[in-house]
């Protein structure tokens, strides 16, 4: 306990900004979702075929996972990309369906013969309204609002997945990097505030000054609404937007881009942990990033849908014509070349024995194979991998987050696992990488892809870039990574520590 303490204390500029960050997408979400639920929910309780229409949408929408939809919403005009403002919609979403009905079955529920001295009283309809069925339906319209905070508090985790940071960044990298510190960092918090959100919300239901709760309800609708325009892309600035993949390695390289540019005057937006290759080329195309790392493989053959090839410069020169006509410029490679890898225990290694992928299919039938649910779709992935070389295992592969391969690995849940050369944890670990004898992988040479139009807009962008041609080797990289999972230091430290060691990229 004194260890995470002394790690909240080091890191607790982060964590507020972190918490900043969280609580801001569930108070615009909570409002805007109140600002359109609650005139609805009123609007349904007078017109049941709407009330039926409306809550099978929004009930429909609650089995939607959350990392699917914001998915489905990433590509979409306006409300779509990456960041909060795609966060907060899919926080609506979800947040509807309580208030919606709530509101709808709290003013159903008020006595039929209260309304009907209410209107023998002379009441119109927007009277009877705002002094009968409001006052009287608060109290279940609260408890709607409540649940649909609570449950934006723990939903707005999964945001860090598309860049919208809160504190599900922390427990991202903790689950990437093996890391209980920094799971524990975003998730005590986490419920921490969910507890606390209850608490308050509790209290106001149980109020019995409906008025008070109504004025509760106006402030945070206009709050969230006022806060709104935040998590739009500010007018006329220039930053340079740096994403990266939701691995240890990725956030590195972007650490390293963004340290770099910093130190040469540059003012930089961080959007790395992004979900995988088809967001952060997305978020290229769409204009919300500028540049990230990605391997030419992987570009070759999951962005491009190329076959696979195993010559490093036809892939690069391949690349760069395509990319060109996209819009996008592919920069000199940074000096290593990420392969996939499998990976086995050394105690198996040794016993069985294996130490090249030839060595699986004496054994292949009695091994578990734990990977990514990518490497199930690419085409130079598990289907090539089992015709190449003759697989036939027993148990299905096991699909799990590229975060859980290793711990599942260690556990001995799994026997193989489908990792990446320079992984950091290999050595960490004590693992064994099988050679892949029959090449049968194609290049990943690690290199920048950017905007091109960027490139023009920030003079002076793709001259500090050049200065990692070739900076990093293999044995480098993996060195960083252990640094990262291994020694448990943080990824902008290290990053920072290998630029002070390029003394040609200062400005």
Request: proline fraction near 6%.
């Amino acid at each position: 306990m004194p260890a995470f303490l002394s790690f909240l204390a080091e890191r607790r500029e982060e964590l507020l900004a972190l918490t900043g960050q969280h609580l801001f997408l569930v108070l615009a979400a909570t409002a805007i979702a109140t600002a359109l639920g609650v005139p609805l929910g009123i609007a349904m309780s007078r017109s049941p075929g709407m009330a039926r229409l409306l809550l099978a949408v929004a009930g429909l929408t609650q089995t939607v996972p959350s990392l699917a939809l914001f998915g489905f919403l990433i590509p979409l005009p306006f409300i779509g990309g990456i960041g909060a403002r795609t966060a907060i919609v899919a926080l609506v979403l979800y947040a509807l369906l309580p208030i919606l009905r709530n509101t709808y079955i709290g003013i159903r529920q008020v006595d039929p013969a209260v309304r009907e001295a209410a209107q023998g009283l002379g009441m119109t309809d927007t009277q009877l309204l705002r002094r009968v069925d409001l006052p009287l339906a608060m109290p279940v319209i609260l408890a709607g609002l409540r649940i649909a905070a609570v449950t934006s508090v723990g939903t707005a985790t999964i945001a860090a997945a598309i860049g919208a940071g809160g504190l599900g960044t922390y427990v991202f990298r903790g689950i990437a990097r093996l890391d209980t510190r920094l799971i524990l960092a975003g998730a005590i918090p986490a419920a921490v505030l969910a507890l606390l959100v209850d608490g308050l919300l509790a209290r106001v239901e149980r109020s019995q000054r409906p008025g008070r709760a109504g004025a509760l309800i106006f402030l945070l609708t206009l709050g969230g609404l006022l806060l709104l325009p935040l998590a739009r892309p500010r007018e006329g600035a220039l930053p340079v937007r740096v994403g990266s993949k939701n691995f240890t390695e990725q956030v590195v390289l972007g650490e390293i881009i963004a340290g770099l540019l910093e130190s040469r005057g540059f003012r930089v937006e961080r959007r790395l942990d992004l979900g995988g290759t088809a967001l952060c080329h997305g978020g290229l195309l769409s204009g919300q990033l500028d540049v990230y790392v990605e391997y030419t493989g992987t570009a070759l053959v999951d962005v491009l849908q190329r076959p696979a090839r195993g010559n490093a410069a036809a892939v690069l020169q391949t690349l760069r014509t395509e990319y060109a006509r996209l819009g996008l410029t592919v920069g000199e490679p940074l000096g290593f070349n990420n392969s996939f890898a499998l990976v086995v225990r050394a105690a198996d290694a040794a016993r069985l024995p294996l130490g090249r992928l030839s060595d699986l299919p004496a054994h292949a039938a009695t091994l578990r194979v734990g990977l990514s649910g990518e490497f199930l779709e690419r085409a130079d992935g598990m289907k090539g991998l089992n015709a190449a070389y003759g697989f036939r295992f027993g148990p299905p592969p096991r699909e799990m987050d590229l975060g859980l391969l290793y711990p599942a690995l260690v556990a001995n849940e799994v026997d193989v696992v489908v990792g990446s050369a320079t992984d950091g944890l290999i050595g960490a670990l004590g693992l064994v990488v099988l050679e892949d004898d029959r090449a049968y992988f194609p290049p990943y040479d690690a290199v920048p892809i950017i905007r091109t139009a960027s490139l023009a807009d920030r003079p002076g962008l793709g001259e500090a870039l050049a200065l990692l041609s070739g900076r990093l080797d293999a044995a480098t990289m993996r060195r960083l990574n252990h640094a990262v999972d291994g020694e448990r230091r943080s990824a902008q430290a290290v990053a920072q520590d290998f630029l002070e060691g390029l003394p040609t990229v200062r400005p």
